[in-house]
């Protein structure tokens, strides 16, 4: 890797070549992405473990904007194929025994790669989203249809269909929603692909707030 890796051992004695294996299963992970800013990693073998000789591996890894964490936790309970998964966001934990510390970090290593491929998926689609995205405001929608239409800053109208919006976000398009999108030519003309919403959160608090405001009085 181009940064050093920062490697802790708790509760091993004897962890010659841990070291060295763990540097090596680091420098693969630049196959999937090579602008990562750090690469902590904890391997122990918790005390109440010590008879059994489970492995603990933890993974901290520092990427922009974000960071990837894996966690490989042994239980007392399972068996070396038992896994339970639980992902959120930033944040994957596994519960897996292992008796093997090489096959611990190895298992660690594998799914930080994972984790580290969806991250680099998700930078290349955002970065081509923003680069050749034009910006436009829904104009016309008719949500049972499920289609509508897009006023470009020349005043164009551009179709567009529901399957074009991206993250499931068609329900939430008002006509005056500002959005990016890819112009292409369909056969009735040109249409709009990768609709995104710009700021969708902040365009729904705004709508929301304007549709509380009281009604102005008539004047007499």
């Known amino acids: 890797m181009l940064l050093p890796v920062q490697v802790t051992f708790r509760n091993i004695e004897d962890h010659a070549g841990l070291d060295d294996y763990v540097q090596k299963e680091a420098a693969k992970l630049e ?56 992902k959120s ?20 290593f594998q799914e930080m790669g994972r984790q580290l491929q969806d991250y680099a998926r998700r930078q290349e689609g955002a970065v081509k989203t923003k680069q050749g995205a034009q910006e436009a405001v829904v104009k016309e929608i008719s949500p049972q249809q499920g289609y509508g239409f897009l006023e470009t800053d020349d005043g164009r109208a551009v179709y567009f269909h529901q399957a074009s919006v991206l993250d499931g976000h068609f329900p939430q398009l008002r006509v005056g929603t500002k959005v990016h999108f890819h112009e292409e030519q369909g056969d009735k003309g040109p249409q709009a692909s990768t609709v995104k919403i710009i700021h969708p959160r902040k365009q729904a608090l705004s709508a929301a707030a304007l549709s509380v405001l009281p009604a102005k009085s008539a004047r007499k």
């Open 89 to 108: 966001r930033r944040e994957a934990k596994s519960v897996l025994v292992h008796k093997n510390p090489k096959r611990a970090i190895h298992e660690a």
């Open 31 to 86: 196959r999937f992405y090579s602008r990562i800013s750090s690469c902590r990693v904890v391997v122990e073998r918790p005390q109440r473990a010590t008879s059994s000789k489970l492995f603990h591996v933890r993974i901290d890894l520092g990427v922009p904007n974000e960071e990837l964490v894996v966690k490989h936790i042994p239980s007392l309970h399972g068996t070396l194929e038992d896994m339970q998964t639980q």
